[in-house]
C-alpha cells in the first residue's frame, strides 16, 4: 500500500470523513490571505515585466520598485486591482484545494502511485482555478499598470467588457494554465517533498508547512516565468512593447500602459495568442526577457505559498477539529 495511505495523517484522522466544503472554506481563506498580504509585491511584477516601461516605471529590480512606487504614488496606489484579487481568488482557491484534496484521496485509494496522484490532481485543481481566476487577473493587471486609465476594477471591467467583449478577459487563459499547470505539478510535487523531508508521520505541525509552502513556491515561480512575462503581455497588452515590435502604428492604443488622456475604449486587440506573445517578448528583449521580474515574482511566490499553505492546513485541521468535538457531543447527549 502507498505510503500515504500507511502513515495516516494524525490531524487527518481527527476526521477522516472530512467533507469537500471544508476544503473549500479552508483554500478560500489561505487564498485571499495569500495574494493580498504582499499585493504590493505583485503590483512591481507586474511592471518589472513590462517590455518597454514608461518614463516613471523603470525600476532598476524589486527593491527599487516598491520605494519608487510608496515614494510617488503611495501605498493606495500600490493596492489598485486588490478588490479584484480578493473576488476571484477566495472561490478560486476554494475549489483548487478542494479538488486537489478530493482528488488526491480518490486516486490514492485506486491504488495510484502517489507522485502520479499529486500531479493528476494538481492539473485538475488548476483547470478550476484558472477558469475563475484568468478574468480577476486580466481586470487586476491592467488596473496596475503605470498610468492606468481605468479608475478602479469596476471601471475596467466595464470598459474591457463594452470595447472588447467577454473573450477579453480570457484572452490570457490557454497560457494561464500553460504556466498553471506545470507551476502546480512542480508546486504539489515540491511540497510533499517537503513534507516527506521535514514532516514524515504527517502530523499537524505549522513550520513543516510554512517551509514546504516557501520552498514550493520558489521552485515553481522561477521555472514559471518566462510563461508568467508572455501571460502578462497578453494581459496589459502594452502600447509601447507593441509599437517597439512593429505591431501597432503609434497612433494605436494597445492597452492600459497608454498615456492617462487615452481612453480605455479605445484599445483593439494586437496580441492574442501565447505564441505571438513569446515571439514578441524575444523579438524586443532576447531570451533574458522571458526573466524580467523573476526576482519580483519569487518573493511574491515564497511567502504567498507559505502563508496559503499554513492557513490551509490550519483551517483544515480547525474545521475538523470542530465538527469532531460536535459530533462527540451528538453521541453523548443521545
Not at 520605494?67 to 479584484?84: K, P, V
Not at 482528488?103 to 475563475?132: F, M, Q
Not at 484568468?134 to 503605470?146: C, E, L, S
Amino acid at each position: 500500500m502507498n505510503k500515504l495511505l500507511s502513515m495516516e495523517d494524525e490531524y487527518e484522522s481527527l476526521l477522516p470523513d472530512s467533507t469537500p466544503s471544508q476544503h473549500m472554506i479552508a483554500g478560500a481563506c489561505a487564498g485571499v490571505m495569500e495574494h493580498t498580504i504582499v499585493y504590493p509585491v505583485d503590483c512591481v511584477k507586474t511592471r518589472l515585466q513590462c517590455l518597454r516601461p514608461l518614463e516613471g516605471a523603470r525600476y532598476a529590480g524589486l527593491i527599487d520598485g516598491l520605494r519608487t512606487l510608496m515614494q510617488t504614488e503611495g501605498i493606495g496606489r500600490s493596492l489598485r486591482g486588490i478588490g479584484a484579487v480578493v473576488a476571484g481568488a477566495g472561490p478560486a482557491h476554494a475549489m483548487y484545494f478542494s479538488c486537489y484534496e478530493q482528488g488526491k484521496r480518490s486516486l490514492l485509494g485506486l491504488g495510484w502511485n502517489e507522485r502520479a496522484s499529486y500531479l493528476v490532481s494538481a492539473i485538475g485543481a488548476t483547470l478550476l482555478h484558472d477558469a475563475i481566476m484568468t478574468p480577476a487577473d486580466a481586470v487586476k493587471q491592467r488596473v496596475q499598470m503605470f498610468r492606468s486609465p481605468y479608475s478602479g476594477c469596476i471601471d475596467c471591467l466595464r470598459s474591457v467588457l463594452r470595447s472588447e467583449g467577454v473573450s477579453a478577459l480570457y484572452r490570457a487563459y490557454g497560457t494561464q494554465l500553460s504556466m498553471n499547470i506545470p507551476f502546480h505539478m512542480v508546486h504539489f510535487s515540491a511540497y510533499e517533498l517537503g513534507q516527506d523531508l521535514l514532516n514524515p508521520q504527517r502530523n499537524y505541525a505549522p513550520h513543516t508547512h510554512v517551509l514546504s509552502g516557501g520552498f514550493a513556491g520558489v521552485c515553481a515561480a522561477a521555472c514559471t516565468n518566462p510563461l508568467d512575462v508572455c501571460k502578462t503581455l497578453l494581459n496589459t497588452q502594452e502600447r509601447c512593447a507593441l509599437q517597439a515590435a512593429g505591431t501597432a502604428a503609434s497612433t494605436e492604443i494597445g492597452g492600459p500602459a497608454a498615456a492617462a488622456a487615452s481612453s480605455p475604449t479605445q484599445n483593439r486587440v494586437i496580441i492574442s495568442s501565447f505564441l505571438s506573445a513569446a515571439k514578441t517578448v524575444y523579438q524586443l528583449e532576447g531570451l533574458s526577457g522571458y526573466f524580467r521580474g523573476v526576482q519580483a515574482r519569487v518573493v511574491f511566490q515564497m511567502p504567498g505559498t507559505a502563508i496559503s499553505w499554513s492557513v490551509y492546513e490550519t483551517f483544515k485541521w480547525y474545521l475538523r477539529q470542530r465538527s469532531a468535538n460536535a459530533k462527540q457531543q451528538q453521541s453523548q447527549q443521545t
